[in-house]
């Protein structure tokens, strides 16, 4: 099966923060976790470029929009490959084939009747770059996101009959329940739709950095629908002289709360309107918090991932993100909290019992896993584990299955507190018993090793190394699967004391 799975693509006007590498990492772990499932994966991020916003910023910099796409496109693809994205294609809207694909699609629903001219006018929000609604608004008419004083615009400019969609999309969410992921995203979205959808703009006649629109090159599309095509458009050339849309569309999209407007009502009744069929589905992440206050730019409250993976891996930062907050909840991250999380769950428990094991079975019974019957109570504690994993996955909910897997980390380590395997050794007439001891605990570091490959990249492939395993496939990931024998590779610390510069 397909699997094609999204991150929204980040405005380039911003500098890259924790916000950004914590989509891009849920993306990838799932990216990762479908591989190992054997399906057959497309992972793409890329950077938004067009637009008011960036035009604005460019000017106030003395450059060109090009020249600040162009350097600041550069650090969101470090930063995916700093926290170890495995994203097989990077797009920016500003990519002329890009911007040739937008102009056919939105030709096409031209073509199909949804679009007229009108006059507009309303607040707007230059740093949204999107009108809002009176509902919408804050007292004194400033942004609900921003806070700052809207505009009151007026234009002509091309509409797109959203409001033609009203049936569609109240009859697709009815379909499709889990089509808006969590429950309370679907309901706010499906809510919106319910209050009445009405017409939008599709053109602006002000603006010149955008792609220009066919029927008329005095507008060019307004940067949502621009930036939303960018999903659809990416296939047809990611690969050069190959066409995956076929093969891989529709996405699964991550996206962020603070868009959930656009990709809930306008995205679909887009494609609806372009005759392609929408997404398979949308799953909406919460906001990281700083001390309870959302992390923004426009905040000012920014932390940097560079420096905590510069300091502690990119597999840490992963762990941790997914650790502290419930996917699909806001929560608040501290450098404490990493810290602890970090001490605690990943040097003592994962890293403390990889070294253990290790070392036990190395000096025990020469660096070679036993073959041994597995221990009756480890069965039953990894029973259904994989499939709990996937299940999870399948809905997004990467922290329940991380919950999962960390939870098997914790009977292993209790395993060995009540079996004491150094006394074991101890006593030759406990020999058999000492194999199945050793034996449980390598497999149930080779199986939590296995699972936990799509979050800990690196540190979850040295160990499996480390434990002489070789498979790394989901399927793999059943205590037991491996019967033993297996020749223990080399184990350096997995989760090494930090000693961090004091501030
Ligand atoms: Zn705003």
Not at 16 to 44: K, N, S, W
Not at 347 to 356: F, P
Request: proline share 5%; glycine share 6%; net charge negative.
């Amino acid at each position: 099966m397909a699997y094609y799975v999204t991150t929204p693509i980040y405005y380039v006007n911003a500098q890259p923060h924790l916000g950004h590498a914590y989509t891009t990492i849920a993306a990838d772990i799932l990216a990762r976790h479908m591989r190992q499932r054997g399906e057959e994966v497309f992972f793409l991020t890329g950077t938004d470029e067009h637009g008011e916003p960036v035009t604005v910023a460019a000017e106030r910099e003395g450059i060109t929009p090009r020249e600040l796409g162009d350097r600041n496109a550069v650090r969101f693809r470090d930063m995916a490959e700093k926290v170890g994205a495995t994203n097989d294609f990077f797009i920016r809207t500003s990519d002329p084939e890009h911007m040739a694909a937008v102009q056919k699609v939105l030709q096409k629903v031209y073509d199909n009747g949804y679009v007229y001219k009108g006059q507009y006018e309303g607040w707007y929000c230059p740093r949204c770059a999107d009108f809002k609604t009176e509902q919408e608004i804050l007292e004194g008419n400033r942004c609900p996101i921003h806070e700052i004083e809207l505009i009151w615009e007026q234009e002509e400019n091309y509409f797109f009959k959203l409001s033609a969609f009203q049936e569609r999309l109240e009859q697709l969410y009815a379909d499709r329940p889990e089509w808006v992921r969590p429950q309370n995203r679907y309901n706010e979205a499906l809510s919106f739709i319910k209050q009445g959808l009405i017409d939008v703009s599709l053109t602006r006649a002000t603006l010149r950095w955008g792609v220009e629109v066919p029927w008329d090159p005095s507008h060019v599309f307004y940067v949502w629908f621009d930036a939303l095509l960018n999903y659809y458009t990416a296939l047809s050339y990611a690969r050069p002289g190959e066409d995956l849309t076929d093969r891989f569309w529709p996405a699964v999209h991550l996206i962020g709360k603070d868009i959930l407007k656009f990709h809930a009502t306008y995205w679909p009744a887009l494609l609806m309107a372009a005759d392609i069929e929408v997404p398979k589905g949308e799953y909406v992440h919460g906001y990281l918090l700083m001390n309870d206050q959302k992390m923004s730019k426009s905040l000012g409250n920014v932390i940097d991932p560079f420096e905590v993976i510069d300091v502690f891996g990119a597999d840490a930062l992963r762990f941790y993100l997914f650790r502290e907050v419930a996917f699909g909840q806001d929560g608040s991250v501290s450098t404490e909290g990493f810290e602890q999380r970090y001490t605690s769950e990943l040097a003592n428990e994962l890293g403390n019992l990889a070294n253990r094991t290790h070392s036990m079975v190395s000096k025990y019974r020469d660096g070679v896993v036993p073959q041994a019957d597995p221990p009756a109570e480890l069965t039953s504690e990894f029973d259904g584990l994989a499939e709990d994993v996937c299940a999870a996955m399948d809905r997004t909910e990467i922290s329940s299955a991380l919950e999962a897997i960390w939870k098997r980390v914790r009977a292993l380590n209790r395993f060995v507190q009540e079996q004491e395997p150094w006394k074991l050794a101890k006593d030759e007439s406990a020999a058999g018993q000492l194999d199945q001891v050793l034996y449980g605990l390598a497999e149930g570091l080779r199986v939590t090793g296995v699972l936990l490959l799509s979050i800990l990249p690196e540190k979850a492939d040295r160990l499996l190394v480390a434990l002489g395993a070789e498979e790394r496939s989901i399927e793999c990931a059943h205590f037991g699967a491996a019967s033993g024998g297996a020749t223990l590779g080399e184990l350096e610390q997995l989760f090494p004391r930090v000693e961090r510069e004091p501030a």
